[in-house]
């Protein structure tokens, strides 16, 4: 242990998971192995899932679609206070960046296993991210620092002058949804109205801004530790494979970007960290163009990607995520070992691409030297139509960035999923992209390949 101990000590025995299928799983393994108990909750269709068989305890909390359950938050309140649960740990996705959820949590006098309420409200919203950002010495990309205004005229000048393209945004926005691209001054209006319009109904929230469309960007990415006066920077990701900007393949380290470059957003990152007092885990994601790094958002929360980092690392992210709630110094600064890919295994259809719901007959998992399956899978496990098609998450580490990749083209022809199609033909291709190789060119390629 190197830093001093956070005075923010709070103790806790058992955890309330407000999640469901891999990332369940995964924090109900490392509260066990911390000496945690732990509750799970779920939903009518999820009776049965593996979170809920791992789990010291479990309760149902209501009905399959989303917002009847994993979204309830009086739902969710209530069964902490049955079950005695003294912290909450949000996972990913759902009620994960929800202030309010992070309120009423704390507000119960439970402890929620992210940032306070208020840092997450200002990283939530993407305007007051980007200004956040700014002022503690993050590169951000040209735009219009601001939310938007209804003068088109000003917008329009805006864009003419940072140059198209342009690409206009919802502040709210998020998984990749609530951004169109612009090409030229003739479709900015329409753009404007049609984006609004979508992110009032898909966010509740039609604030906009604009920012430089970049043609050829990386997705790089960089994981943070902290506890509110320190952090520490556990390095970068790439996240380059893209489709409709929802990641496919994440990898660290990332290959062919100048390590001296590296080392110094990681430096950056860790100083915004301090300067905004930030607790527990997070990313910043960046684009990266021609040798600069770009900011674009910031996750207060694990993102499903933690894995590789944590393959190159040797560290457990969401065991150090409890530990540093419960007050433990951060870690010293790891070596990074080797290189760790990460497959994110769908439920699709091969040819439309769209979700497979149905049940697992069998189930075939690949083993062997640096192969991890992270999954809520098992022969007769139900894969129901109402969550994220994600069913597992395959990650290779290897020596070498060839040595990973080669154990992922192996497990990937070893894993076999029955009963259910899989995006695992998608990935072979991928992988063997010349795209791929040496590096993941941008967050282009993959599209032209799915
Ligand atoms: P979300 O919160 O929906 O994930 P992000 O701002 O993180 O939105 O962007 C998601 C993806 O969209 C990025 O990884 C990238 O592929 C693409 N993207 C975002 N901003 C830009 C930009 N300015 N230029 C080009 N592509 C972008």
Known sequence: MQTKASPHKVLFRKVLIANRGEIAVR???????LGLATVAVYSSVDRGALHTQLANECICIGSAPAKDSYLNINALLTAARISGADAVHPGYGFLSERADFARAVAAEGLVFL?????????????????????????????????????????????????GYPVLIKASAGGGG??????????????????TRSEAKAAFGDG????????????????????????????GERDCSAQRRHQKLIEEAPAPGIDRGLIESMMRRCEQACRALGYRGVGTFEFLYQDGEFFFIEMNTRIQ??????????????????????QGAAL?????????????????????TQLPSPGRVSALQIPGGPG?????????GAAVPPHYDSMVGKLICHGDSREQAIARMQQALTELDIRGIDTNQALHLRLLSSPDFSPWQKDIHFAAKLV
């Open 207 to 234: 604030t906009l801004y604009l920012e430089k469309f970049l043609t050829h960007p990386r997705h790089i990415e960089f994981q943070i530790l902290a506890n509110g006066d320190h952090a520490l920077c556990l």
């Open 177 to 194: 949804r609530g951004m169109r691209r612009v090409d030229s001054a003739k479709g900015l209006k329409d753009a404007i109205e049609l």
């Open 331 to 351: 870690p010293k600064a790891p070596e990074v070992r080797g290189h760790a890919i990460e497959c994110r295994i769908n439920a699709e259809n091969t040819l």
């Open 27 to 33: 924090i109900i393994r490392a509260c066990h192995q």
């Open 114 to 162: 992210g940032p306070d309420a208020d840092t997450i409200a200002t990283m939530g919203d993407k305007v007051s991210a980007i200004t956040a950002m700014k002022a503690v010495g993050i590169p951000t990309l040209p735009g219009s620092n601001g939310a938007l205004g209804d003068d088109i005229a000003l917008i329009d000048a805006l864009a003419d002058t940072i």
């Open 304 to 325: 499903v990607e933690h894995t590789v980092t944590e393959m190159v690392s040797g560290i457990d992210l969401i065991a150090a995520q409890l530990q540093l709630a």
């Open 371 to 379: 192969v991890r399956w992270d999954s809520a899978l098992f022969a």
